[in-house]
Nanobody, 124 residues
């Protein structure tokens, strides 16, 4: 098990940018695949982006492709989500998740380790 803590959420105008961070409690985090999910009010939790433990493979939801970038810093045991050209429909609570051997899955039930979430609000 690994504990995850998100940071970087907030209020931004449409077209703006935010960078979310996800810091892990264990150095073994370097061997975990990681991902971001989000949940808007009244909607189901949805996949946003994933990165394999190697850092070489990434995947994105179609809705964020070309605008969001997932990356990781092994020295800081942290995964980032750079969000550019934000839209009001990106408003949601964003969750960082991690698990070993899930190959960057977009299925939330594959991940046992979840952060508490950080709110992102994009105003029009």
């Amino acid at each position: 098990q690994v504990q995850l803590k998100e940071s970087g959420g907030g209020l931004v105008q449409a077209g703006g940018s935010l960078r979310l961070g996800c810091a892990a409690s264990e150095r073994s985090f370097s061997s975990y695949d990681a991902a971001w999910f989000r949940q808007a009010p009244g909607k189901e939790r949805e996949f946003v982006a994933a990165i394999r433990w190697t850092g070489g493979d990434t995947a994105y939801a179609d809705s964020v492709k070309g605008r969001f970038t997932i990356s990781r810093d092994y020295g800081k045991d942290t995964v980032y989500l750079q969000m550019n050209s934000l839209k009001p429909e990106d408003t949601a609570v964003y969750y960082c998740v991690a698990e070993r051997g899930v190959m960057g899955s977009s299925w939330p039930l594959k991940y046992d380790n979840w952060g508490q979430g950080t709110q992102v609000t994009v105003s029009s």
